[in-house]
């Protein structure tokens, strides 16, 4: 057997995951998701994505998450998967360097028709098609990465629809998961180009539309018998520098979803800049900061092109700032809240132009002998007197290292969903995945009160 086949093998053969660890894990990203994707029921593109998809029709089959409303499961996939993503308020992983949860559980979610008599789709099986999808999607971003990411692909979207594409191939048992690899794998694409406007986060819709319309096209019987692996034309071939490190031995062990894990978010802004936003906190609680006073500040990232995700050196909207640790910094400095408000396409004000204008980046390589982390980020301000103010972060809040508590992430869906009976309604029933309740069940409890 080819590679290809040797992983459509181990994942087929996958049994339904009871380790407690791992689906206490796939519960954390369930419930990230919906509070990720609630948040953002009032989004203004969500709006207008919300506009195209009722002007286009169709049938009405899949759950559009928070809206009460169905429509075609690729629609549902595209909307779902852009909702989730579009305050950059969902879950990440490190090996992965993209957001696995928006577009895995959008695409699982969609795939659910609405319209027909319950299949009683065993919630188990749809937590273990989740870990799986991020199994996936990690062996294939760690195989690729850093060379894929800093060239400019955006993850989320290049490896997000093979990753959801075998998510619900696992959840339906289908026979044909080694074609699919390769049909998925030849609709990847994004640009990190395009981070600061709304089609980053489109890219999330478009991941799992394409793992929806795969399905679908194979169930129709097209074909594509193909290694999506091969030596000189396959995906990591293309996509990355080689395919010498994708190993299969490591399968499951453990699972990419404990270690290295997820991270969850606090706030509306790219997750490398999680680093710069708890050391200007912490600077600002030392000391109430007048730019006048401020001579220079240092961002020193380590290591270096770990920053390749804050694209904005100068952002000037909110919505660009979301990829600028220049503008995080300012925003903490300057004591001012990171509310949803803060990212929005308004242009920035002069005071926080001002000192973000202050603000150069370093970069530094790592000391492997350091016992700390691998990655990490210094802070340093110095002031016109000639003090010095530094805050070093090696594991941001959210981070696996450094993780929410079980109250943390009921109070993260609570502000999303507003209500508290329907927000412990949804957390016991996201619970139950896990001990007998269907996903047809779960979905239909909870479609037309969200």
């Known amino acids: 057997m080819n590679l290809a086949q040797q992983l459509a093998q181990i994942i087929e053969q996958t049994p339904v995951i009871s380790d407690r660890i791992v689906i206490r894990r796939a519960i954390a990203g369930v419930t990230d998701y919906f509070a990720s994707s609630?948040?953002?029921?009032?989004?203004?593109?969500?709006?207008?994505?919300?506009?195209?998809?009722?002007d286009e029709g169709g049938h009405q089959r899949a759950w559009l998450v928070g809206r009460k409303q169905l429509a075609t499961a690729r629609q549902a996939a595209l909307f779902n998967g852009f909702q989730a993503h579009c305050l950059d308020y969902d879950d990440v992983h490190a090996d992965v360097r993209g957001h696995p949860s928006a577009v895995i559980l959008s695409a699982l979610f969609a795939s659910v028709r609405l319209d027909k008599p319950p299949t009683n789709i065993d919630g188990r099986r749809f937590l273990t098609a989740y870990v799986i999808g991020i199994e996936v999607m990690a062996l294939l971003g760690k195989s690729v990465n850093p060379y894929h990411y800093e060239k400019g692909w955006h993850a989320t979207a290049t490896l997000g629809g093979i990753a959801a594409t075998v998510a619900i191939c696992y959840l339906y048992q289908e026979p044909f998961l080694t074609e699919a690899f390769a049909l998925a794998a030849t609709q990847a694409a994004g640009m990190r180009l395009l981070m600061g406007t709304p089609i980053k986060f489109l890219h999330a819709g478009l991941a799992a539309q394409q793992a929806l319309q795969t399905v679908e096209w194979l169930r129709a019987g097209l074909t594509a018998d193909q290694n999506f692996l091969d030596e000189n034309l396959g995906f990591l071939a293309i996509y990355g520098q080689n395919n010498d490190q994708l190993t299969l031995q490591q399968w499951a062990k453990p699972w990419k979803?404990?270690?290295?894990?997820?991270?969850?978010?606090?706030?509306?802004?790219?997750?490398?800049?999680?680093?710069?936003?708890?050391?200007?906190?912490?600077l600002y609680q030392q000391?109430?900061?007048?730019?006048?006073?401020?001579?220079?500040?240092?961002?020193?990232?380590?290591?270096?092109?770990?920053?390749?995700a804050l694209i904005y050196q100068s952002p000037t909207t909110g919505e660009q700032g979301r990829f600028s640790a220049e503008y995080i910094l300012a925003l903490t400095l300057l004591g001012y809240p990171l509310d949803f408000e803060r990212f929005s396409p308004e242009p920035i004000a002069d005071n926080i132009v001002s000192l973000m204008q202050k603000m150069q980046r370093h970069y530094q390589t790592v000391n492997t002998c350091h016992k700390s982390s691998n990655r990490y980020v210094v802070v340093e301000i110095e002031f016109l007197c000639g003090n010095k103010l530094s805050q070093r972060i090696d594991f941001p809040k959210g981070s696996p290292q450094n993780p929410y508590t079980n109250e943390q992430m009921r109070l993260k869906l609570l502000q999303a969903v507003g209500d508290e009976q329907k927000t412990d309604n949804l957390l016991a029933d996201i619970e139950q995945l896990a001990n007998g309740l269907s996903l047809d069940q779960f979905l239909q409890r909870h479609w037309l009160t969200l």
């Open 287 to 308: 000391q109430k900061f007048k730019p006048d006073n401020i001579a220079n500040i240092t961002l020193c990232f380590a290591p270096p092109k770990s920053d390749a």
């Open 38 to 54: 609630l948040q953002a029921h009032n989004d203004a593109d969500a709006q207008k994505l919300l506009a195209w998809l009722t």
């Open 257 to 282: 979803i404990v270690e290295p894990g997820l991270w969850f978010k606090t706030y509306s802004y790219c997750s490398a800049a999680a680093y710069i936003a708890d050391a200007g906190q912490l």
